[in-house]
């Protein structure tokens, strides 16, 4: 049985449009990829002006990226969370917050990078 995606440069073609069907979908349904986009748009530019190496223009523009990945997949646990059921049970709750905390801990990540390499 073949895969869904198929095979060769039109497979590259149809993930790349999957792709972007989720960041859209991401962008419209989730208040706060949209911030967190907004973060990194102001903040971008300004990584070339802080970062003095290219190593420190990596660090800084990565960082943010990552929250934005890290962003995408917690708002895939919560509409995977959220299809299953309305109801309250204690492994959806906990699903929910443990990705809350990998957002968290990639904006934590982002700060402690920024501030070192704009203190160093």
Known sequence: MEKRGG????????????????LKATFVHEAAFRQELLLCVILAPLAFYFGKTGLEKALLLGSLLLILIVELLNSAVEATVDRIGADEHDLSGRAKDMGSAAVFLSLVNAGVIWLLVILA
């Open 7 to 22: 095979k060769g440069i039109g497979r590259l073609f149809r993930a790349f449009g999957w792709s972007m069907s989720g």
